[in-house]
């Protein structure tokens, strides 16, 4: 079988160095993809080995640029002792499992219980080795200082999930700890770590391939998954806030696929999921109703003008019919009319979208309200992972979907590592103007992070102005593209072209509503970036309502 054309986020590393395209939740594009994580797992595996040595040129991304370090010791390669200390390990477990696998075609000499010594003492080594970068536990916390519990908190529990190689050393102060605190200092929240064990970086790529494509759970899966089971019913919380690097990414979206075979959709809506060079080769998050499916995949503007309105009124929200659409059905003129002079009508607030919804689940639909990835286009793990199967348009509807909106950066600082390239490149500490040091309070701790002159959250997008006027909305149904080649295609987020003053144009094909392109910047796209420095998104009303059944959920379910 031919191999599918490459994903569009291919970059080109010789044109501009700084450049952000967003990407609406599964989007289509000139690459097709015929395979998907429900297919065999030779299968899968077959296609990863291939895409591998695709981007075999992104590999030395994952650690460079090796400067600057600019959340100082918090940065993965800082020259500090903990720092130099665990790439020391990591460089000897590469050069040991590097040079076991050579000698396995040499084992064939020996008898077998001469050749299960030696795999023995040579799986021994390792487990001495990679036991010096990982702590007993599997759960973690960020320190106090860099973020004690605040009241107006106490209604969100924030986690996370760590990538490949990061492991926490006796003296705390490698990459795991340190992930936790620089996530503490930029959102003002303490963090809960569930801690993705490293056995070196060879073995956690070939453990990252036996996940995503046996799904196989790993002992960090299964307890972060009871953990957010257990926050989601737990009353106090109407917030449940999960962060994912790498292959992190991975074992998130098994736990995603187990939330939402079990837990109940008002539950469901306290999550929010936002992922960072994501290597996943899925991302479920399916719609609530088939009704709002259908109109997603025909007319994708239309309603999500529709979904705003009923998410910002103060009146009780309809459920959306459902009643199954015929086959082969197509959505009447006067039903697409109907839908945009009740969108005018009812005055839209300019603000209204999926950033800023009360109810965010509502808005789209979906079981879970957001989801977020934030990817480098030379991050090999990222065009491994969320770039391949976020940014491809599926051969076929019954393909799996990757959901989510995706943010893909091209920057010269453009790495895999979690603190130096993603959140020093996105979310910057305050550092002092004259000088350019980390400006530091008690303790030595970072203030926060800046809230000016962010260079990627002050950068522009374009959203919308599909070439072809489809929308092509990623539910998988395909149509011929035009000559003419577009940026960027962003679909369900036509409060923010309305307040750019561009409402909905002409009509496209099948139906389907065209809106113009606009430049929108990634700040007012970014819902995680709301919670920078200890605020909040706006919402009205207030998220913390309880049931009479005792459950805080969104007040608008």
Not at 120 to 129: S, T
Request: aromatic share 10%; net charge neutral.
């Amino acid at each position: 079988m031919p191999p599918p054309p490459p994903p569009a986020t291919t970059p080109n590393t010789a044109g501009q160095r700084n450049d952000t395209r967003f990407f609406g939740s599964q989007i289509g594009g000139r690459s097709v993809i015929n395979y998907g994580y429900t297919d065999m797992p030779w299968k899968l595996m077959t296609w990863d080995i291939y895409y591998f040595f695709k981007f075999f040129w992104a590999i030395p991304y994952i650690l460079w640029p090796l400067s600057p370090t600019d959340s100082a010791e918090l940065s993965e390669l800082s020259l500090t002792w903990g720092n130099m200390w665990c790439i020391a390990i990591h460089l000897v477990l590469c050069v040991v499992q590097l040079a076991g696998i050579a000698a396995l075609p040499l084992l064939v000499v020996f008898p077998v219980w001469t050749a299960s010594f030696l795999v023995a003492i040579f799986f021994l080594v390792n487990k001495i080795l990679y036991d010096l970068l990982n702590g007993k536990e599997v759960e973690y916390h960020s320190d106090p200082q860099y973020a004690p519990g605040l009241p107006e908190h106490t209604h969100e529990q924030w986690i996370y999930i760590n990538g490949v190689a990061a492991g926490l050393t006796w003296s705390r102060s490698h990459w795991m700890q340190n992930n936790l605190n620089r996530l503490a200092v930029t959102f003002k929240r303490p963090i809960l770590g569930i801690h993705n064990k490293t056995s070196g970086i060879l073995f956690d790529v070939v453990e990252c391939l036996i996940q995503r494509n046996w799904g196989y759970a790993t002992k960090d899966v299964r307890v972060c998954y009871q953990i957010i089971k257990q926050k989601l019913y737990n009353p106090q919380y109407s917030k449940v806030i999960f962060i994912l690097h790498s292959q992190g990414g991975i074992e998130g979206s098994l736990i995603l696929d187990w939330l939402l075979q079990e837990l109940p959709q008002d539950l469901l809506s306290k999550l929010e999921v936002y992922t960072f060079g994501n290597a996943a080769n899925h991302f479920n998050n399916p719609h609530r109703h088939v009704h709002s499916q259908t109109l997603a995949k025909r007319n994708p503007l239309a309603a999500s003008i529709d979904s705003t309105r009923l998410a910002s009124s103060h009146e009780p929200a309809p459920v959306p019919r459902l009643r199954q659409p015929q086959p082969n059905s197509r959505p009447t003129s006067s039903s697409s009319s109907s839908s945009n002079s009740s969108a005018h009508k009812n005055n839209i607030p300019p603000i209204a979208s999926s950033t800023t919804s009360p109810h965010p689940s509502r808005l789209s639909d979906r079981a879970i309200g957001h989801v977020e990835h934030y990817a480098h286009t030379t991050d090999f793990v990222a065009l491994w992972g969320v770039l391949h199967f976020a940014t491809s348009q599926p051969s076929s509807h019954i393909i799996p979907r990757f959901i989510g909106r995706v943010f893909a950066r091209t920057s010269m600082r453009g790495g895999h590592q979690m603190v130096q390239h993603y959140l020093d490149g996105m979310f910057p500490l305050r550092r002092d103007a004259v000088t350019g040091a980390l400006v530091r309070g008690e303790g030595g701790v970072p203030v926060g992070v800046e809230e000016v002159g962010n260079e990627f959250m002050e950068s522009e997008v374009l959203v919308g102005g599909g070439g072809d006027g489809t929308g092509r909305d990623g539910e998988g149904e395909g149509g011929d593209d035009d000559d003419e080649e577009v940026e960027v295609e962003v679909h369900g987020v036509s409060p923010i072209l309305e307040r750019k003053g561009s409402l909905l144009g002409g009509t496209g094909k099948g139906g389907r509503k065209k809106a113009e392109a606009v430049k929108v910047k990634v700040k007012e796209l970014s819902r995680l970036w709301q919670y920078r420095n200890g605020r909040s998104p706006e919402e009205t009303p207030p998220l913390l309502v309880r049931g009479a059944d005792g459950v805080v959920r969104n007040a608008t379910m």
